[in-house]
């Protein structure tokens, strides 16, 4: 016999669970909705220079699935959307009005090892504002965010959004004389705080740096913007200033509004090489230990691989399984493990099988009225079949038997008060 269960970090998803994930993405494209961005969607598929152009060099030689097809093409199933996305803005880009707002929720894919929150395959949400450089759209993701998660019901004690500044982190490395070599190795090494243990991950950094291990240990007590100023001390060159004065400015912006939850944060740098400015996470903080919900921030050259124009633009990704446990983890989400049916839905059955094509006749006219009818194609008793209904979560039943084939009617009985109503079955084919 085949196995039943599915590959290692994929799930199935029975009716219960694509309740929850249809509800959840209602919560988000309504918050899209407030913010006025556009849906879009992108191939599974793409070209594995796509992502290698632009993505770390770990997560598509390490974390992807990636092939050559029959055709002799290098092809990678998506890890993540931000690349597609940049491909299809970059066609129209000239063409629409900007800046451009887009979201969309892609299945992604990641070859690495599952665990609670992590799934290789996963449906991701994406948001993304481009063509403007201006801080006060790096405001709005954050504000975008407060939005998704306050359509849930979720306070902002809650979860907390770290940022830092790629620029401010980069200008500190120069006036501290890393090159690009070890600048890259530096992000990827700070990007790894929280997924080892302290004594290892300590290690691992004098392992990786060197000579250099002591200040990025430094830095990463560094608290705030003032704190790392005091690291460049001297060193600082009129680049760091100018990043400083971004980050204070991008703080001032997200205050004003309301906004209380926002936290500097060195080790928050991002992994994918392609970001160059704000960079942000979202993380759990009521429920155990503090994870990651969601990450984005600001690129500024990732259209010009497609275009030859750098506009600039900023967005986040964020995955619909992980949020799930955030919000069950905090009693945001309904009871899923029954279907809620609507006013306007009923579970229809006959009584006698003659009276199907009737009974068929008469569900069919009541969706063209605006009803959803389940209809049951055997004949059944009615206590059964009135058990059967209130067991899917129906209000309503449609049935019809001898006495009702006569008249030519239905009866719509009203399970929670038992109240019966005659509908006459004016089509029947």
Known sequence: ???????????????????????????????????????????VLEPVELFSAKSSVELVNEQSYNFTDKGGRHLILRPEMTPSMARMMARVIKEKPKPLRWYSFPNCYRYERPQKGRLREFRQINFDLVGTNSIYADAEMISLLRSVFSNFGASENTYSIRFNDRRLINSLLGAHGFNAEQSILFFSTVDKKGKMPDADYNEYIREKHDGQAEFVLK????????????????????????????????????????????VFSPSTVRGLDYYTGIVFEIFAESAGPARALCGGGRYDNLLGLFSGENLSGTGFGMGVYILGLFLEENGLLPDFSEKTASEKSAFCFFTEPGLASLTAAAAAQMRLNGWAVEFEPEAGKIPKMLGKAQKKGYKFCLLLGPDEEKKQCIVLKNLENGENREIKVTQVH
């Open 1 to 43: 016999m085949l196995n039943t269960l599915p590959l290692k970090g994929m799930n199935d998803y029975f009716p219960d669970d694509q309740r929850k994930t249809d509800y959840i993405l209602e919560k988000i494209s309504a918050a899209a909705h407030s913010f006025a961005y556009e849906k879009y969607d992108a191939p």
């Open 219 to 262: 830095y990463l007590q560094a608290d705030s913007i003032s704190a790392i100023s005091e690291l460049a001390g001297t060193n600082a060159t009129a680049e760091f200033s100018q990043a400083a004065d971004k980050c204070r400015e991008f703080i001032s912006a997200v205050n004003r509004l309301g906004i209380n939850n926002l």
